[in-house]
């Protein structure tokens, strides 16, 4: 006879744990996030979560399947704090400057899990309401659909890459990381002109920037490219996609 299911609800706990908490799946992603930052991604398992929340081990696969899934939930809750007091205002290069700021900065406040998450595809609420946003406002902006989703992925993909990249530089430990840092000083800008000449002209000037987060930079750089490939649209001089000529949405 085949066993009743239980729903998932009646499986998880409702007792208060030795700490005199009830477990949920975000006192649980809370105290993982806690656990990363001051632990690192090694730091991190079933058992010391448990441990830390004051329940058996066993109890965490009531909320999740295991840490992979715990770690797309991670995942998803960074992109929601970045979704959090954010609006669109109907000016769209404002409005994806500043998603796309408020994303890196969520990953950075928590450099451990940005480096364990950014590359995941959570496929949770969260995660697909940013993504119906961004391409609404690009559609909303007046985007041909083949721009859209073009102009979408490299917003997407550089806004975690950098997310990535520069939490990869936070997780360091600090030796390491004032050693990377002081390499501009003690390198770069001492290097001999008549062997590296480029580099000697510019010495100073990469000590000074090469340890701050190039990300609103690339950013300002791929809205002014999106906003030049719209006047193009609106002008009748559509560019060219990787896939091809740009149609109007709806165009055959």
């Excluded at 939930?73 to 669109?88: H, K, N, P």
């Excluded at 609103?216 to 999106?226: E, G, K, R, T, Y």
Aim: hydrophobic share 40%; proline share 6%.
């Amino acid at each position: 006879m085949a066993k009743p299911v239980v729903p998932e609800e009646a499986r998880r706990r409702r007792r208060p744990t030795r700490q005199g908490v009830v477990l949920s799946e975000r006192l649980i992603v809370e105290t993982a996030l806690r656990m990363l930052r001051e632990h690192g991604s090694a730091g991190l398992s079933v058992r010391r979560l448990g441990a830390a929340l004051g329940a058996d081990p066993s109890t965490l696969y009531r909320y999740f399947d295991g840490m992979d899934a715990l770690t797309l939930a991670i995942g998803e809750e960074l992109i929601g704090r970045a979704l959090d007091g954010w609006t669109v205002t109907g000016q769209w290069r404002h409005d994806l400057r500043e998603l796309g700021l408020r994303i890196h900065g969520a990953y950075l406040s928590h450099p451990q899990a940005a480096v364990l998450t950014a590359g995941r595809v959570t496929g949770r609420p969260r995660e697909i309401a940013a993504d119906e946003a961004v391409l609404g406002i690009l559609r909303t902006a007046g985007f041909p659909d083949p721009e859209a989703v073009l102009i979408y992925h490299a917003f997407t993909d550089q806004s975690l890459a950098f997310a990535a990249l520069d939490a990869g530089a936070l997780a360091l430990s600090e030796p390491s990381r004032t050693s990377d840092e002081g390499q501009w000083e003690s390198t770069y800008a001492r290097l001999p002109a008549d062997e590296y000449p480029h580099i000697a002209a510019t010495g100073r000037l990469l000590a000074a920037r090469m340890n701050h987060s190039a990300y609103p930079v690339a950013l300002d750089m791929l809205l002014a490219s999106a906003e030049t490939r719209l006047r193009a649209v609106r002008a009748g001089r559509p560019g060219r996609t990787s896939s091809g000529p740009v149609r109007a949405s709806g165009s055959p």
